[in-house]
């Protein structure tokens, strides 16, 4: 089952997750903040070098094998415990936290995208991530999402691009 919502932000390919947690937003900020907490969902090693944590226009260095090859990017915006704005490579990427009257918290994870044929890609990547941060927040982590394509992924892919999100790019690891 997909989770994503493809849309348009001013003239912008991007994709919107929603996921409700028992938790308050303090602690699933530390869930999307905290490198080590981010190891057990986010898709690469993220580091913030200098003080270690984000802040506004502060650096974001993304790994998957050896230190930065994934790339670098930016914190846009950094309001803890509530928005979290980072770029990598032509995305950005932006989470929003609010607290429920119950004592839990709304995420609305939003990527702009650079490609709008990435869509269908992207989505499937981000909602397996998703699955990872929802078991992790769970007390049941599952080890962080691998690279390449899993079966999961393919499902995934497959019924965003039956309900019609762009799709076209090259699937890495295919």
């Known amino acids: 089952m997909t989770t994503g919502t493809y849309l348009e932000i001013d ?5 919107r997750f929603v996921r409700d947690y ?9 869930a999307v903040t905290d ?8 898709p690469a090693r993220v580091a913030f070098p200098g003080r270690g944590a984000p802040t506004a226009g502060g650096e974001v260095r993304y790994s998957f094998d050896t230190d930065g090859d994934g790339g670098t990017g ?10 979290l ?7 950005e990427l932006r989470l929003v936290l609010e607290g429920r009257h119950d004592g839990g918290c709304r995420l609305t994870f939003t ?8 869509a269908a890609r992207t989505a499937a990547g981000w909602e397996v ?8 927040l769970a007390g049941s ?4 999402p691998g690279s390449g394509p899993t079966p999961a992924w393919r499902r995934h892919y497959e019924d965003y691009v039956s309900t019609g999100v762009p799709s076209g790019a090259p699937v890495p690891g295919a």
């Open 22 to 30: 028992p938790h308050p937003p303090e602690r699933v900020w530390e």
């Open 35 to 42: 490198p080590t907490e981010l190891a057990a969902w986010f």
């Open 85 to 91: 704005t980072l770029t990598w490579a032509v995305d």
């Open 74 to 83: 930016t914190v846009v915006v950094h309001e803890p415990p509530h928005r």
């Open 111 to 118: 990527a702009l995208l650079g490609e709008r044929d990435t």
């Open 129 to 136: 991530c998703l699955e990872a941060l929802d078991a992790a």
């Open 141 to 144: 982590p599952v080890g962080g």
């Open 11 to 15: 003239g912008r390919p991007a994709l």
